[in-house]
């Protein structure tokens, strides 16, 4: 009976010690999962923080400054599905400072290639970059031109409105397109060279038109920036809304060509990021 006893005794201790360990294991798994938790919070919130401070140094025209912060966002922001739409904004902001602000198209070009390897951009990402590094191209083309070095302001926009308005008499035919090869010839000085005039914004627009429907770009979709420079710089305007149904149309005529009958999710988002920009509160 005593024998019984003792065999039941340790029995319960055994079984006290066992729970008592498993518990502890449990507890530890729970504090670990907590901690990385906590660790993880505290990383968004400095991610946040970081981009908070870049877009109140660009908005008060501190570029030089605002640029490490911008270029260190993408490096370390985990929003690479960009639901928020961050990115896409972070992405063209880098570009004007390169381009507008100290153009300088060879370190824009530099600084995009090299994240247009980064295997975490999505496919409108990765869009908006490579239509970045055309657009540095295209600066650099234009600065080596001659032909239009000594036209005015007026000379550029009023030429290129000519041929543009002539290749919408019968758009996507060989001599529309042939009309638009020649207005972009006129409107990337006047854009390069007249960022402050106030028909900038037509030029943008005119630019993004032809770029879309030019026998290359319908290939390589991605130069479509200029379309989205009229949305960013002309929010909630006629203008915007109309950059957004050409930036829309010729995503849809890019993919349709490619055999694909609906667009990628990333590519829904990026139009959709745009697309409230553009029309501000309407549906």
């Known amino acids: 009976m005593q024998r019984s006893a003792l065999r039941r005794f340790r029995r319960l201790m055994f079984c ?47 570029f030089l400054t605002a640029l490490p912060l911008l270029q260190r966002y993408i490096q370390v922001s ?93 758009p996507g035919s ?18 390069q060279e007249h960022d402050d005039d106030p028909r900038i914004g037509d030029a943008l627009y005119m630019m993004g038109y032809a770029r879309s429907y030019s026998l290359i770009d319908l290939e390589y979709w991605s130069e479509n920036q200029y379309l989205r420079q009229v949305i960013h710089r002309f929010p909630h305007t006629d203008l915007a809304r109309k950059a957004w149904q050409r930036l829309r149309d010729s995503a849809t005529e890019r993919y349709k060509r490619a055999g694909h009958d609906e667009l990628p999710p990333s590519i829904l988002q990026m139009l959709e990021t745009y697309r409230a920009l553009a029309m501000g509160d309407e549906s």
């Open 174 to 191: 060989p001599a529309a397109r042939a009309d638009l090869i020649i207005a972009t010839r006129y409107l990337l000085p006047f854009i």
């Open 16 to 62: 006290c010690s066992f729970m008592l360990m498993t518990s502890s294991d449990a507890f530890s798994a729970v504090e670990a999962a907590d901690g990385q938790a906590a660790r993880e919070e505290l990383e968004a919130i400095r991610i946040d923080l970081l981009y908070r401070n870049a877009q109140r140094t660009f908005q008060r025209g501190e």
């Open 78 to 170: 985990a929003d690479y599905e960009d639901e928020t739409g961050r990115l896409f904004g972070v992405i063209d902001q880098i570009a004007q400072i390169y381009i507008r602000e100290m153009r300088d198209p060879d370190k824009a070009i530099q600084f995009f290639s090299r994240i247009d390897d980064d295997p975490r951009l999505t496919n409108a990402q990765r869009d908006a970059v490579k239509g970045w590094i055309s657009a540095a191209e295209d600066w650099k083309r234009t600065r080596a031109e001659i032909g239009t070095k000594n036209l005015s302001a007026d000379q550029l926009f009023s030429t290129a409105t000519r041929y543009y308005r002539r290749a919408l008499r019968a």
